[in-house]
């Protein structure tokens, strides 16, 4: 049954994970398995709730309860569901609710690159991009274009973050994904290490004279490749480069040099993760 709880005092202890704490708190890297998440719209925390991840409390507006979110309410058993106007929402949270509704779940632990990678053809490796929304749509794209599992570098964004994973509506919880290192400075070396002893070829995306085509026979043909991506204003390191045993770039017209990381990862899904 559910638990309706009107909000009358913004500073309840119980709003501060919707209300106060930052998304490193929400995190808790003292204490990894009290981490939290906020998921929010209705499909992103159905998509939540469907892997398996469990919920905390619900924050949401009062027309939401018996409206748009009703199954997700009756999906969340008897956890509080702290409601009030949109007005009141707005006001507590200090942004605009997407379709009105918040939920708070726990965290799981992070499975390993090699547990996830086990089985896998393609994945994206993701070089310390750092900015939730391109993070959130390259996930998406993954997720829709033949990605078998994402790792990221330890300078990454959090996939868990409310933006990033608003912005990928929910596919964060879809394709597998793991960190790749633990520290900042087992990337590349160790990590590149890592995905050749996995059985993977690197292909890094990268604007270079000696990059080969995205098109080119030679990547389709490869029986597991890593598509390496870089962050959003330097690309790819140098060092990440010269590891990779391909360089690979997107043909471009009208004068045009170079892509969004987010566009430029959803062609080359595309491309080398037909089946």
Partial sequence: MANIIEITDFSAPELDVYARLT?????????????????????????????????????????????????????????????????????????????????????????????????????????DIMNPTNLGAIFRSAAALNMDAVLLTPACCDPLYRRAVRVSMGTVFQIPWAQIGQEVGDWPRSGMAELRAMGFKTA??????DSCSVDDPALCAQERLAIVLGTEGDGLSDRTIADCDYTVRIPMSHGVDSLNVAAASAVAFWQLGKK
């Fill in 23 to 127: 998304e490193g708190q929400l995190k808790n890297r003292a204490e990894p398995e009290k981490g939290l998440f906020i998921a929010e719209s209705p499909k992103v925390i159905d998509r939540a709730l469907d892997a398996g991840y469990v919920p905390v409390s619900l924050l949401m507006e009062r027309k939401h309860v018996d409206g748009q979110a009703k199954e997700i309410v009756e999906r969340c058993g008897d956890v509080p569901v702290y409601t009030s106007d949109l007005d009141v929402l707005t006001q507590l949270t200090g942004f605009q609710l997407t379709r009105g509704v918040l939920c708070a779940m726990r965290r799981r632990p992070i499975p390993t690159a090699r547990e996830i990678c086990k089985n896998a053809r393609r994945i994206a490796v993701l070089e």
């Fill in 204 to 209: 890094a995306m990268a604007l270079r004279d």
